[in-house]
Nanobody
């Protein structure tokens, strides 16, 4: 059974940084593209970024590009979301996600429908 567990959320002042972690059990992440999404209060879930299984490349939403970095440690079976220069509009519950199929790539991974497994989420609150 695939399980994802986020950690690292909290309260931070605008301009500050946080690093979220997503520990995965039940499968190796080595051959899977892994994603991060967030759900701001009162809004729909939205794409943040994903880490492609091959080549270590990452793709980001325009709203976080240049501030957030998705990375992975395949040995620890963990993905990370480094968030810098946080803004009040980054306040949200953050989720990591994994697809059902391996070796996938491309812009479809910016859509939540491409993912099957989700963590429970971790709250990030940015105070202005």
């Amino acid at each position: 059974q695939v399980q994802l567990a986020e950690s690292g959320g909290g309260l931070v002042q605008a301009g500050g940084s946080l690093r979220l972690s997503c520990s995965v059990s039940g499968r190796t992440i080595t051959i899977y593209t892994m994603g991060w999404f967030r759900q701001p209060p009162g809004k729909e879930r939205e794409f943040v970024g994903y880490s492609s299984w091959s080549g270590g490349t990452a793709t980001y939403a325009d709203s976080v590009k240049g501030r957030f970095t998705v990375s992975r440690d395949n040995f620890k079976n963990t993905i990370y979301l480094q968030m810098n220069n946080l803004k009040s509009e980054d306040t949200a519950v953050y989720y990591c996600a994994a697809p059902r199929s391996a070796y996938g790539s491309g812009n479809t991974y910016s859509r939540s429908e491409s993912y099957t497994y989700w963590g429970q989420g971790t709250q990030v609150t940015v105070s202005s």
